[in-house]
Structure formats: structure tokens, C-alpha cells
DNA sequence: TGATAATTTGACCGGTTGGTAAAACATTAC
DNA sequence: GTAATGTTTTACCAACCGGTCAAATTATCA
């Protein structure tokens, strides 16, 4: 046989899953750093150690494989959202939701890249999955945020607003990173930075967000 | 002569300055919406509504391109914290580097997507710029946005992500304007999310930096 | 073992890319 | 006018692009 591993309906070998890991790790890598058009199969193949027909063996096509990409990261980077809790305290729950934000900027910086790219050049391959699973997710937050509003947790504020707020403010850290380190300077650099963020950013938003004696 | 017109000294024709406008004009839609690498030339020849060899003419290579875009865009892209006055009132001087800065996202969108694929592509053509002009400029800014918190005008906090905060927040209009529009919905997408914006933004910032009674 | 299927590669293809050469065309200066 | 200069275009090139093909190689398993 040598239909491409696409066609088929499961899963083989070891070495399958093996393979695809490997090149998804390169394309996240190369399509991270210089967007879908700007990125070609030779340097996603460069990377991963491998012959281009030896990935086209895989993904039949580049679009392929940047899917495939998006697929496995867009689930897994609206999970912290996910875990905004109606009952819980909003203070603590706003706080978590920014620290955990900021963790993944640090630890996963190509995946928020990947997705700045994709959003930056106008998401062509990405506006359903926006217009449908992220805005029905983020409707639902956005109404947990103004029962708090309303019952006199937090401030009255735009809830959409609160939360393109956070996401600009932590994916910064990983989208800018240059910046943030060029404008930093060197004795700043370190991994310290995301401690500092994390500090500034909690309370910005915690004091932002509190109800003023006898105010609203 | 056949020599081009960056090789000259002084320029010469009026018809050079529209030409060179109008490439530069179709160069900014193109570069802003694919990065550097993901634009090609006979996309803004196309644009711009000229031919490619005219294009060359004018510009001896995609790269001369890109660097005048950079070079006109970056100066006026800092004016707004250039504005930043030490001897201001500090709530009133944030307020407005807010709203200014927000004025430029949405007048200026691509101007902000410009550098925002550079950033994110690992600045390659600007670091030199971030490290210099850019750092002496925060670093300067900072130490005024200290020197209030000393003076206990603000509230204290690191210098550097409260800019860093500004930044992504109001660019974040520009720069993920789709992901913006998709999760407000049709009904909310107007002009009227930068005043929404403006109004979220200026309770964030003003009511972050207050000073509690009695608290620092 | 050997047969069979899965994997990998080198050679290649048509289209696109950044850029060039030279000649045609337009503009200006006298 | 006409000569000199400035501008634009047509035709082209070598390198690179996404992707195919068929043959070579390797892994699997009876």
C-alpha cells in the first residue's frame, strides 16, 4: 500500500504517531515564527530532520499540517477560560484566569504565536471556529462576569472588554516577547519577568475591578 | 540615466514623490496583512497598480521597501508616548495616552499590524530599533510613571508592564480586530467598540492605579 | 526465511518568486 | 524641434515553491 497515512481510517503503527509528533513539533515551530504564507514544507522538513515527500507522506498538504496544528492547539488554549467558575470567588476566580494565562504564554509561547499569526493575517483558516465555539464560549463567560457585576462582586464593566483585556495584556508576554525583552533590557530578561507580570497584571485587574466604598 | 531613485541624492521629480507614496501605500496593505516573508512584490504591484520592474525602479529591492515602511511608521507610531508629561496630572495623562493610543488602532490599523507581524517574526528587521530608540524612550517614561508613584500619585507599581499594558491592550483593537469583531458579534462590531473600549480601558487603568485611603 | 505492506528518498514538474536587461516611451530643458 | 534625461514595460532568468512519482529501503509477520 501506499496510500498516505490521511486515507486511512486508523491509526497503525508506533512509528505513525511518531512521525506526525515530530512534524507537527517542527511545523508549530516554523509556522509560529513566520506565518502560513512565509513558512515552507522545506524548512518544516528541515527541521524535523526529514525529507519533504517524507512529510507530504503524512499531511498530503502544507494546509494539512497547519490544520491539523490548529486543531490540537485551539482545543487545548480556550481551557483556562473554561475553568472561569460561575460559583466561585471572582477575585480568585479573575486572578487564576491571569496566572494561568500568563503560564501558558511562558510555557507555550509558539502556540499563542501561532494563532497571533493566524489572527493578525485576518484568520482565513480559523473565522469559524472564532465566529462559532470561541464566541458562544466567551457569551457564556461574558454572562458569568455580569451576574457578578450585578450582584455586586465587581465593578460594573464591559465584560468583553474585561476579557480582550486579560488575553491582550498575558498573550503580550509571548507574541512580543522580543520587545518585552529588547524594552526590559538584558538584567531584566530573565524568567523573573513573568513574576513581575503576574504582580502588575493582578493588581491592575483586582483593584480595577473592586467596588469602591459606597460607589458602584 | 537609468540609475534608480535610491541611488540619487536629492530628489528630483514630483511625480517620484507620488510614485514612491503610492508603493508605499499599497506596500503597507500588503506587508501588514502577510508579514514580510508571506508578501511578494507582484502583490503590491498589483496594489499599488503598477508593474513589478516599475515597482524595482523606485525600490531596488522588497527589503528597501519594508525599511522605508518602517522608518516612516516607527517616529510617528511613538508620538503618543512621546506626549507622556511629567509634569501632567497622572490620571489625565494615562486617560489620554489610552485614548490616543486607541485612536491610533483605529485609524491606524495597519499601521500596528506592521509591526505586530515584525514582533511576532522575531523583529528581525527592527531590533536594532527596539533596543535603541525605543528602550531610551520607555526607560525615560518609566522613570516619570516612578517618579508619581514615589510622589504618591499613583499607586506603586512596576513601570514597565503598566506600559507594557497600555501597549497590548489598545494595539490589541488593531492586531486582532477579526478575533474582536467575531466574538462581539455583527450587532456590536461598529465604531462603537472603540468607544466601549476607551470607556472599559480608562475604569481599568485609572481605578488600578488609585490610591486606596489609607492603603499605598 | 521470504512475502507483503509501510516508509523513505532522489528526481522531477509546472508555477511563482525576487530581481535584471534593454528597449520603448514620456518628460523636460534648451 | 531635439537631445538629454526620467519613466515604464516586455521579456527574461535562476532560485524556490508546493506537490508528484516511481523506485529503493525498511519494518512486519506468516
Known sequence: MVLPRAARTQRRT??????????????????????????????????????????LYYFRTKEAMHRALIDRVLDSWLDPLRE????????????????????????????????????LQGAPHIEDELKGPLKALVDEKAEVIRAWAKAGKIAKCDPYHLIFAIWSTTQHYADFDVQVRDVLGEERSGEGRFEDAARFLEQLFVKGLEIKNGGD
Chains 1, 2 share one sequence.
Open 14 to 55: 508506533r512509528i505513525q504517531e511518531e512521525k506526525e509528533e515530530q512534524i507537527l513539533e517542527a511545523a508549530l515551530d516554523v509556522f509560529a515564527t513566520h506565518g502560513f504564507r512565509g513558512s515552507t514544507i522545506d524548512q518544516i522538513a528541515d527541521v524535523a530532520g526529514m525529507s519533504k515527500p517524507n512529510l
Open 84 to 119: 472561569f467558575d460561575a460559583e466561585g470567588n471572582p477575585v480568585t476566580e479573575i486572578c487564576s484566569y491571569i496566572r494561568r494565562k500568563l503560564e501558558m504564554a511562558r510555557d507555550f509561547p509558539r502556540e499563542s504565536r501561532l494563532f497571533a499569526n493566524e489572527i
